[in-house]
């Protein structure tokens, strides 16, 4: 007992020897009889285990963040929403092929000779008989109104919400996904028409995946601008997931300025005021004066307005905004929203805009006002004003206004800044006449020269450029020696249509530019 007593003892040096060299005795003896108890290397080992399993987590964890970054970054996302790049887009979409892969379908009748393109503008709409729909101008293919067997075809059109097609651009994988919207569930699609957007994807590793889908889009534009050099981008407002937006609806065939006929000079007066307007964008800016332009174009139906507008559009290549006030979906969207995301350089076109009253509705028909409901929210002429002048009015924009009764219009519309110039439109003058007889009949014979004279001294005061338009396409067949007696049928026509209308230009000619 003693012996082993003495033995632990002596495995200790003296404290004499060092404090440390003691405590590290200590510590080595403690160590040692530690291991040999089962109890307490198992918790060590427990511990160790469990250290190395939490490390190993940890270490997992941060390759998979570190993976699931360089997988993000692997790719650049691009989305594209309601707007003329959209529209651009999908009608790539539809020229590239890419819509082919679609796996579901809806078929169009078509004839034969039509593009799949052309089948779903002619689906969308006609632009009012003139030019293409939303998918360009349609390639000239005479139309047959008797079809034959081999005159017909069908055209596919893809159906879905949701749908991705891989396209080949620069040699380079693309990804495009077209979406949706939720009001159309269930409805097959239009390109262009029912989508909210289009997201584009590519990769980022080895080549820098933005500039690659840059180079995409700026390569669309080009090609929509190419398609877009005859015809006009005619905008309507379309809700949007409870918001408006201004969507595309057609192409129509541009107008040449010299095809509508007014008064002698009218036509080269607000076109040369157009181009000193666009001209003069950084003389505006340095005055800090708001750089935008309003016309009112008044006068009887049928004498050119719409035609004026838009052969102006025609001759600069802007886009043509139509704002339907008695739309009840302008009202609730806010008509100053609704100017304010139109496209930049836009003519914005609002017709009759005496149907804009506080408190009614007017119609065209010159009736009384109407109370508006509760339900409805109807743009009235503060709104308009707010919407053209008011502190978020937009700028770089021309404003043209047209109406049927300017005495009905508010005078805080006609001031400047809100109506720089104003017009009449009137009925038809001789030397209209004679060039519309000129333009329909004569060919450029000079053997029409005394007929077309004729004729233009014999249409009776008061006729509008649509009335005698529609006599002369009516009658084109007959002789010009019949059609300058039998334009005395319009008498009648000119006295029960127009009276109103003559006596109130007549009324108003002191107190608006004259054409000539």
């Known amino acids: 007992m003693q012996k082993n007593a003495a033995g632990a003892g002596a495995a200790l040096p003296p404290i004499t020897d060092g404090f440390l060299r003691y405590l590290g005795a200590v510590i080595k003896e403690a160590a040692t009889r530690s291991l040999s108890n089962d109890l307490v290397v198992a918790g060590v080992s427990t511990s160790l285990l469990g250290g190395l399993i939490y490390a190993l987590r940890y270490i997992v964890n941060k390759l998979k963040g570190g993976m699931y970054r360089s997988y993000l970054q692997s790719y650049i ?43 779903m503008a002619a689906a969308r709409g006609k632009g009012g008989g003139k030019g293409g729909g939303w998918g360009g101008r ?24 949701q749908e991705t097609y891989m396209v080949r651009f620069e040699h ?38 933005r500039d690659l889908i840059r180079r995409l889009l700026v ?54 005021d157009v181009a000193k307007f666009i001209e003069r964008e950084s003389w505006y800016a340095a ?62 076109y609002i017709e009759d805009i005496d149907c804009a009253e506080q408190g009614g509705v007017l119609s065209r028909a010159g009736g009384e006002p109407r109370p508006v409901q509760e339900s409805e929210k109807r743009v ?3 709104d308009i004003l707010n919407a053209i002048d008011g502190l978020g009015a937009q700028t770089g924009r021309l404003l043209f206004l047209t109406t049927n009764h300017p005495e009905r219009l508010d005078p805080a519309l006609l001031r400047d800044g809100r109506v720089d110039r104003r017009f009449h439109l009137g009925p038809a003058d001789r030397d209209m006449c004679y060039r519309v007889f000129q333009s329909i009949k004569g060919e450029g014979a000079k053997a029409e020269e005394a007929a077309a004279r004729n004729f233009a001294e014999a249409v009776p005061e008061g006729c509008t450029i649509a009335q005698l338009q529609g006599f002369l396409v ?29 006596e109130q230009t007549n009324g108003h000619t002191g107190t ?5």
């Open 77 to 119: 996302t691009v989305e594209v929403s309601h707007s003329e790049l959209y529209c651009a887009m999908a009608q790539w979409l539809v020229e590239s092929g890419a819509l082919d892969a679609a796996t579901h379908y809806k078929a169009l009748p078509k004839r034969a000779g039509v593009t799949d393109s052309d089948a």
């Open 138 to 161: 349609p390639q000239q293919v005479k139309k047959a109104y008797s079809l034959t067997p081999d005159g017909l075809d069908v055209s596919f059109l893809p159906m879905g919400k």
């Open 172 to 209: 380079r994988p693309i990804w495009i996904t077209m979406w949706a919207n939720e009001e159309i569930k269930g409805r097959w699609r239009v390109p262009g028409q029912n989508q909210d957007r289009i997201t584009i994807q590519a990769f980022n590793w080895g080549v820098n995946g």
């Open 219 to 272: 390569h669309v534009q080009a090609k929509s601008l190419h398609a877009s050099e005859r015809t006009v981008d005619l905008w309507n407002p379309v809700r949007t997931a409870g918001d408006m937006e201004w969507e595309i609806v057609t192409k129509i065939a541009k107008r040449p300025a010299r095809t509508v006929v007014l008064r002698e000079g009218l036509m080269e007066d607000i076109l040369g």
């Open 287 to 348: 005055r800090n004066i708001p750089h935008r332009r309003g016309y009112l174009l008044e006068g009887p139906p049928g004498c050119g307005k719409t035609s004026l507008i838009r052969a102006v559009a025609s001759e600069f290549s802007l886009p043509l905004c139509c704002v339907p006030l008695q739309s009840q979906r302008v009202g609730e969207g806010g008509i100053e929203a609704l100017l304010h995301r139109a496209p930049e350089g836009a003519i914005i």
């Open 380 to 382: 009235t002429m503060s």
């Open 474 to 502: 009516k009658h084109h067949e007959l002789p010009s020696e019949e059609l300058v007696l039998k334009v005395q049928d319009l008498v009648p026509t000119v006295a029960a249509q127009n009276g109103h209308a003559i």
């Open 512 to 516: 608006v530019e004259q054409e000539q």
